[in-house]
């Protein structure tokens, strides 16, 4: 398999894992409030945003020339540590609405940004190829 093609396959694999976390998020939201409930779903919704739009890097970083994929492979983990702020920054604000739900989509954060880091060095071994 060629280093893009791993490289990709590890990192949408990542980014399959968050999908899983946002969906869950979108559980608890929907426990909030009914007034906080709109403003919740309008953030998750641009997460998801967020979402698709590292995906379509990614995509282009794996059609990019030889030398042009590193550098925007490495523009896609700075943009999955910037969709996982986002998302942080979210869970503390679901969890602040919907009380127990909240706390569950951090600890599914948590656990996924431990796995995005972990899996990170072995993307990094790929990019220094």
């Known amino acids: 398999m060629a280093i893009q093609d791993e490289?990709?396959?590890k990192a949408k694999e990542a980014l399959e894992k968050l999908q899983q976390q946002i969906d869950e998020l979108r559980v608890q939201a929907d426990?909030?409030?009914a007034e906080v409930r709109d403003r919740l779903e309008k953030a998750i919704d641009a997460l998801r945003d967020q979402q698709r739009e590292v995906r379509s890097r990614l995509d282009d970083a794996t059609k990019a020339?030889?030398?042009a994929w590193k550098s925007a492979a490495g523009q896609v983990e700075d943009a999955v540590g910037n969709l996982g702020d986002t998302f942080s920054k979210l869970a503390?604000?679901?969890?602040?609405a919907a009380g127990a739900g909240?706390?569950?989509?951090?600890k599914g954060y948590t656990a996924f940004l431990e796995e995005w880091k972990k899996s990170r060095a072995e993307r990094k071994a790929l990019l220094d190829k």
């Open 102 to 106: 909240g706390a569950a989509a951090k």
């Open 65 to 67: 020339g030889a030398d």
């Open 31 to 33: 426990l909030a409030q």
């Open 92 to 96: 503390d604000e679901v969890s602040g």
């Open 7 to 9: 490289y990709r396959a």
